[in-house]
């Protein structure tokens, strides 16, 4: 996942900027950037921040940089913002999203006349690289952005900056977000609706599905018409939105109650207390134990003083490693007690079944544990949301493929909360990793959670609907 960040100010906007893209920081892991346009032209700044936070890498860099016109960007994955000379002019531009077809764009550009890629780590293409490619092959820039979002099998939101404006671009099925703020001196782009209110700026406007704005100090117009389809992300609620953003109407932090109080009303087990796996997991918790009327308590407390995000590791040990050193036990909250435990999902299920056995070992009598969303049975297609390579490594599909059920066609049963092999199914993960007791948010009542239309919302992951 990645997040990003633009300002367009009648005065020097590297303040903003600076602090625009660390309210972003929770959404990448990998590199950090931040591109300005001032007197001297375009000035970049790119740095790793796989073991330092943005703010501490970049604090140095915005007193040497000065412009009215800035973007930048938190990233999972390439480094950008990328700074581009083409037929349309200079320009900057970072992206949000995920190619799946980018081999065939690749080669189709090729056969075009585009002579060359760069090649990262690994053997990829820069996907921000490529999506650069695809708006140079129109005669304008809008254009070229919206055969960008035609051509990709995907997901991208594009932020580009030219010497004289800003261009905001939402993904072609509105699945990421795209905010618009507004103060006296400007307008700010934002993926977080929270990242700019410290910074003075009121919502002005969420671009709808496709949607291209262009964007100078003094004004925000329309350059290109939102689409009326839309996919919008629902596990942005979930796990990855920060919990004072608000998308589609709908803050992160509610919607994460109203889904602990959903799993409390279908469930019949009598813990001595209710806890949230932080950070994701604890506002659902709150919701469970408002719901049902049990204690919410916290019989462990998460260390993030200095210790890295549990995600940040490349190799899976190393994660699983931070994440267990990261919960320091409060013995007497946990002694005898029989505990409900909640967190936003289980994916591979490897920190979950460690966490429990963490509780265990400090003398818990039973671990309960909950999940605000259903079975994860697909790799996300759209965003970046895990290393994950395979299904396999899913511990929904681990446990199916045990069983002898490895082709997608045979899901339809497993993926229904309300037949037998479903209950199957989350009965065998509860004794895979060592729960007393294994329940899933229902994928109906995460959607009644919302509010919000089903049709609007992407929910891919948890049922194959694209």
Not at 83 to 107: C, P, W
Not at 299 to 327: C, D, G, H, N
Request: proline content about 4%; glycine content about 8%; aromatic content about 10%.
């Amino acid at each position: 996942m990645s997040g990003f960040f633009g300002v367009a100010s009648q005065q020097d906007c590297v303040f903003d900027l600076f602090f625009g893209i660390d309210y972003h920081s929770h959404l990448g892991t990998k590199k950090g950037g931040m591109v300005v346009y001032g007197d001297t032209g375009f000035e970049r700044a790119i740095h790793d921040i796989s073991n330092s936070p943005f703010r501490t890498k970049f604090e140095k860099d915005i007193h040497d940089m000065q412009g009215n016109l800035g973007i930048g960007c938190i990233s999972d994955n390439e480094p950008q913002p990328l700074i581009v000379r083409s037929h349309l002019g200079n320009y900057s531009i970072t992206t949000v999203g995920r190619i799946n077809n980018a081999d065939d764009l690749v080669e189709e550009l090729f056969r075009e006349g585009t002579p060359h890629f760069l090649e990262m780590s690994g053997g990829e293409v820069n996907a921000t690289e490529l999506v650069a490619s695809l708006i140079n092959m129109r005669p304008t820039l809008i254009e070229g952005i919206r055969y960008a979002q035609e051509k990709i099998d995907g997901s991208m939101s594009i932020l580009i900056m030219t010497p004289d404006c800003l261009y905001a671009a939402r993904d072609y099925y509105g699945r990421t977000p795209v905010f618009i703020g507004k103060k006296d001196t400007g307008f700010c782009v934002a993926l977080e609706s929270s990242s700019y209110l410290n910074l003075g700026y009121e919502d002005y406007k969420e671009l709808g599905p496709a949607e291209i704005v262009k964007i100078n100090a003094d004004k925000c117009e329309i350059a290109a018409e939102a689409k009326k389809t839309k996919k919008m992300c629902t596990f942005m609620w979930v796990y990855y939105g920060y919990p004072s953003s608000t998308y589609e109407g709908l803050n992160v932090e509610e919607m994460r109650y109203r889904c602990g109080e959903a799993m409390a009303k279908r469930d019949n087990v009598s813990p001595d207390i209710v806890a949230g796996i932080p950070d994701s997991g604890t506002p659902s918790a709150i919701g469970y134990s408002r719901e049902s009327g049990i204690n919410f308590s916290r019989p462990f407390i998460k260390y993030t003083q200095t210790w890295l995000r549990s995600f940040m590791p490349q190799r899976q040990s190393q994660r699983e490693f931070v994440a267990r050193m990261k919960l320091i036990p409060i013995q007497s909250l946990i002694t005898d007690k029989k505990l409900l435990l909640v967190d936003d999902s289980i994916v591979r299920g490897t920190q979950m079944r460690d966490t429990a056995e963490f509780l265990y070992q400090h003398g818990a009598k039973e671990v309960h544990v909950r999940s605000s969303c259903p079975p994860i049975m697909f790799g996300c297609r759209y965003l970046n949301f895990s290393r994950s390579t395979s299904d396999m490594d899913l511990i929904a599909r681990r446990v199916l493929a045990e069983r002898g059920v490895t082709d997608e066609k045979d899901l339809a049963p497993y993926i229904d909360p309300d037949t037998a092999e479903y209950e199957k199914m989350v009965n065998d993960i509860s004794a895979k990793l060592n729960f007393t007791s294994l329940r899933y948010n229902r994928i109906d009542d995460l959607i009644a959670s919302t509010g919000l239309n089903e049709c609007d919302l992407c929910t891919y992951c948890w049922n194959g609907k694209k």
